[in-house]
């Protein structure tokens, strides 16, 4: 997950959002994992048009609230693994080298 940057929040918690950037949408109880490990866990996640946002909730088990992005520059492709009826799960897979 060392893909990951630090994401600037505005003094209301949402994402500093950079030039041209619109958020696209927004989900919360987001888990994000690095194959089938859990890395992070309960947060929100933002998706916009350059980046995907993950933000912790303040009182997070971590020890406080988290700000992360990943550029979608990244992201090779995308695959959705939501079993029927269940949670949804996508996975990102993202271009190594």
């Known amino acids: 997950m060392e893909e990951l ?3 600037e929040v505005t003094e209301s918690g949402r994402p500093a ?3 041209n950037e619109v958020e696209l949408r927004m989900e919360k109880g987001v888990y994000l994992y690095d194959k089938d ?3 992070l866990e309960d947060g ?3 998706v916009t048009t350059h980046r995907l946002c993950w933000m912790s909730e ?3 088990k ?3 609230a988290r700000y992360l992005c990943l550029p979608l ?3 090779a492709n995308i695959q ?3 079993p029927w009826m269940k949670t949804s799960k996508v996975c990102l897979n993202l271009i190594t080298g």
């Open 17 to 19: 959002l950079l030039p």
């Open 58 to 60: 303040a009182s997070s």
């Open 44 to 46: 929100i996640a933002i």
């Open 62 to 64: 971590n020890g406080g």
């Open 80 to 82: 959705d693994k939501s």
């Open 37 to 39: 490990t859990r890395k």
């Open 73 to 75: 520059i990244l992201v």
């Open 5 to 7: 940057e630090t994401l």
